[in-house]
């Protein structure tokens, strides 16, 4: 059940954090929003009828992306709206699918996206990359280019 107008919409449980009150993370299946601290009467099994009608909406996550990147659930209004604002100008884009999880698979209990993608914008130029020019994303991006250096076990210098 969907907490701000309780009605009951389609989810997947994404994360159980047990306590004296177990309570869980869902992800709207059609709508691709996320709703955290449910309870179990907020959750309702479904007919497997409604199995036929695909997810409305799909996860996805940037393909090659730092790990800190591809775990994120979620923004600060201000890395939302610099996220926006970058996918707005490099509108219409183009995407490439790399991994893909089956019709079949999106109904069990996954956690993650349903897709890895690359995109690229409309002046061809990788979205990734582009984020990883904003001030507001450079952090998580200066970190992973560190850690894929290549690490040697002795050291030379020329004098």
Known sequence: RYPVDKAVYRARVEELLVGEEDLFSVRYIDYGNRSDCLTRGDLYTWDTMLERIPPQAVSCSFYGAPEHIREMTSLTVEEMEVFTSLMKQSSPMQMKVHQ????????????GPDLAVTLRSKDGRDILTKLSLLPNFRMFFVQHQVSRLPVSSSVSAVA
């Open 100 to 111: 893909c999880l089956t019709d079949e698979d999106m109904f069990r209990h996954q956690t």
